[in-house]
């Protein structure tokens, strides 16, 4: 690595605050707001109650008798996040209130026109994300105390009980675990140009260490969350519309999330064709400062290369190390999807009572072999990247 050797220009300035990336908490928003603005009291009643309403299948009547709110009076974009995060949760509920027979086609205008606005001033789609779910969407029970499973709660809520908390907090956890990946970036940054090797090693072995975390965290989905109830209770909310594979569950998925793209671009993963403009759709899925995070990296000079041009064996060994423990979080992920998904669905036919499965999706691609050959692919051109000198 003789530095005679740059060609490139200087780094430009790389920082995670740039991008509104939270040093402590990554793209989870830090200690997200609870509560709106005054006037968006009837918009908090709503989300407060909604799996109550949603049971009972009166949440439709009770939008209809809510008042129309223009959203001039939310300012900044904590207000905004929270907003969107309940205007997605309500919109979900209407449209799915009456399980997958029966959705709604058309949003009442008091619903329709603050919900568009708000989306536009975030710069986000008007449909429920990852960023509504998990990002802007937990709370500390202890102000003061640790971000743990024991100590958090969403802040709003879908049907599904302890299992739909599971399912928000466990993937809030997978977040904060990836935070030091997040840092190790930033570090590598300047040592991808200059190059210097040793703060690339530290950098790789703080990655590979995160990922292994987020796999750990990815784990605690099975303690918390019921198969069962995932896939008949909590999934439709989640979907996001009628479409190919596998767009009918991006509603909330957490492909949206930046992280593993953010990871794919710094170590140079090439996914195949028929996974990537799946997982590029996902960016527009983001906030657009998380996704110009990813493509601030994209231009960064290709580690891989630079790796393995260097030819010494223990930055290849780092980098190596950084794949392998990324394709082994994509390998736990595909059992999480097997179970929660693919083995749900044929467990789900035939007993009863509950609610309909979301079948129709299940024929769209989201619960079954379809799913797992994009899910299979993406951890395949992972390790495709592998070195192995
Ligand atoms: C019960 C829990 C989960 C289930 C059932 C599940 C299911 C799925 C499914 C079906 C897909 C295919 C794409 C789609 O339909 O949207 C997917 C993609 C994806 N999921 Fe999950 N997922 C779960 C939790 C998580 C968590 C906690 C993370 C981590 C943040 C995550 C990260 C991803 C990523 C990054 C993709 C895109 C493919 C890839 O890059 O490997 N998932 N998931």
């Known amino acids: ?91 979900a509920g209407y449209v799915w209130q009456d399980g997958e027979e029966g959705p709604a086609k058309v949003l009442p205008q008091n619903l329709a026109v603050p919900y568009w606005e708000v989306s536009r001033r975030l710069g986000l789609p008007p449909i429920l994300l ?24 969403p802040i709003v809520w879908l049907p599904g009980g302890e299992s739909l908390r599971g399912f928000v907090l466990v993937t809030v956890l997978v977040e904060k675990a990836a935070v030091p990946g997040l840092q190790a970036i930033v570090e590598a940054a300047p040592a991808i140009w200059q190059p210097d090797r040793e703060t690339l090693l ?41 479409s190919e594979l596998p767009q009918a569950y991006s509603g909330g998925s957490a492909a949206q999330s930046t992280v593993l793209h953010a990871f794919d671009a710094f170590l140079g993963i090439r996914h195949h064709e028929e996974s990537l403009a799946f997982l590029r759709q996902m960016r527009d899925y983001m906030p657009p400062c998380h996704r110009a995070f990813v493509e601030a990296i994209q231009a960064f000079p290709p580690l891989r290369d630079l790796v393995l041009s260097s030819g010494n064996e223990a930055l290849c060994c780092a980098y190596d190390g950084c794949v392998t ?15 929660y998904v693919v ?9 009863l009572p509950r609610p309909a499965p979301p079948s129709g999706l299940e024929q769209r691609g989201t ?21 192995h000198v």
């Open 1 to 91: 690595m003789d530095p005679a050797h740059v060609t490139e220009p200087p780094p430009p300035p790389f920082a995670l605050d740039k991008f509104h990336i939270s040093q402590e908490y990554g793209f989870l928003l830090p200690d997200p707001q609870t509560e709106l603005p005054t006037p968006y009291g009837p918009w908090m009643d709503l989300a407060r109650s909604l799996p109550h309403l949603i049971a009972t299948r009166q949440l439709r009547a009770h939008v209809h008798q809510a008042p129309q709110l223009s959203a001039a009076q939310l300012h900044g974009h904590r207000d905004l996040r929270l907003a969107h995060l309940v205007l997605s949760f309500i919109t």
């Open 343 to 351: 083995a749900a669905a044929k467990t789900s036919r035939g007993s």
């Open 325 to 339: 423990a990324l394709a082994a979080f994509r390998t736990h992920h595909i059992a999480v999807a097997t179970r």
């Open 367 to 387: 619960g079954g072999s379809p799913v797992l050959r994009f899910l299979k692919s993406v951890r395949d051109a992972t390790r495709e990247a592998l070195l």
């Open 202 to 242: 530290r950098a790789l072995a703080q990655l590979a260490t995160a990922l292994g975390a987020m796999t750990e965290a990815l784990r605690l989905m099975h303690d918390h969350v019921d198969p069962d109830i995932f896939y008949t209770a909590i999934r439709l909310f989640l979907s996001g519309g009628v």
């Open 130 to 153: 990852h960023a509504d779910l998990v990002l802007a969407n937990w709370r500390r029970r202890d102000r003061a105390g640790p971000l743990e499973l024991g100590n958090l709660d």
